[in-house]
C-alpha cells in the first residue's frame, strides 16, 4: 500500500492553457474523489467516482472542467483554457467504500496549479 | 446544505500541554460522520480521528480524543501532551452516513492553524 499518489506535484501554466492532472488511489478503493482547496480554505468538493463511474459533480466544476476514470483505477482531471481563478490546491481522495470504517477517505498530496 | 464551522482561525499551545480546537456543524441528518484532518506545511492530509453519530462514546486515538455534543452540533477535539509534530493546520468535516444514499463527499471547515511552542 503506498498511499494515494498525484502527479505532477506542481503546475505553472499561462492562462488559457489547458493542464492535466493525475491521480492513482490506493489499490483496491473503488472510491475516488476531487476536491481543491485555495489558500486559507478548506478542501471543496468537485467530483466523486465509484469504479469508473461519476456519480456527482458539485456546481464548482464548470464546463471547463472533466474528469475521467477509465477502468476503474487512476483518474485524471483536466480544466480547458484556465483562467487566474483556477489557480488553487486539487487534492484527490479515494477510499475502500464498503462498510463504516471502509468510508474514510485517505488523501494524495495534492497538485499545485498557478495560472499566470 | 450542511455547513461545517471552525471560529479559531490560529490557536497556540506550548510542549505537552493540552489544547482543544472547536468545531461546529450544521445538518438536519440523524447518522452521519465526523472528522478530524490535520494538514502539516506542504505535506498531505491525514486523518486523526474520526466519529460515528450513533455512537454516543468519544473517539480516541493516543493523545487525540473528541467532544462530540451531537444535541448541539459541536464536535471539538483535544490534543495532550502537545508535541511539535503536532504543528499543522486542522480541519474539521463533516459527511453523510452511507445509508442516506447521498454522496459521500466530505464538508470541511476552514480550518485552524496549531502552533506548538517550547
Not at chain 1, 503546475?11 to 492532472?21: H, L, P, S
Not at chain 2, 441528518?29 to 466519529?51: A, C, G, N, T
Not at chain 2, 459521500?104 to 492553524?113: I, N, P, Q, V
Request: glycine residues 6%; neutral net charge; hydrophobic residues 30%.
Amino acid at each position: 500500500d503506498t498511499g494515494v499518489s498525484q502527479d505532477p506535484r506542481h503546475k505553472i501554466t499561462k492562462r488559457g492553457q489547458n493542464v492535466t492532472f493525475r491521480c492513482d488511489p490506493i489499490s483496491e478503493h473503488n472510491r475516488l474523489y476531487w476536491y481543491r482547496q485555495t489558500l486559507g480554505q478548506g478542501p471543496e468538493f468537485l467530483t466523486y467516482f465509484q469504479n469508473e463511474a461519476q456519480l456527482e459533480k458539485s456546481r464548482l466544476l464548470s464546463d471547463r472542467f472533466s474528469a475521467e476514470r477509465p477502468k476503474g483505477s487512476f483518474s485524471t482531471l483536466e480544466i480547458q483554457r484556465t483562467e487566474q481563478g483556477d489557480s488553487a490546491m486539487y487534492l484527490c481522495a479515494s477510499s475502500l467504500g464498503q462498510g463504516a470504517l471502509g468510508e474514510t477517505q485517505y488523501f494524495g498530496p495534492g497538485t499545485r496549479l498557478l495560472v499566470l | 446544505a450542511q455547513t461545517v464551522t471552525q471560529s479559531q482561525p490560529e490557536m497556540s499551545v506550548q510542549e505537552a500541554e493540552t489544547v482543544t480546537l472547536s468545531c461546529t456543524y450544521d445538518t438536519s441528518e440523524s447518522d452521519y460522520y465526523l472528522f478530524w484532518y490535520k494538514q502539516p506545511p506542504s505535506r498531505q492530509m491525514i486523518l486523526v480521528i474520526r466519529q460515528e453519530a450513533y455512537k454516543q462514546q468519544n473517539a480516541t486515538e493516543n493523545r487525540f480524543s473528541v467532544n462530540f455534543q451531537k444535541a448541539a452540533k459541536s464536535f471539538s477535539l483535544k490534543i495532550s501532551d502537545s508535541q511539535l509534530g503536532d504543528a499543522a493546520m486542522y480541519f474539521c468535516a463533516y459527511r453523510f452516513s452511507e445509508n442516506t444514499g447521498t454522496a459521500s463527499k466530505l464538508t470541511f471547515g476552514t480550518g485552524t492553524r496549531l502552533q506548538v511552542t517550547l
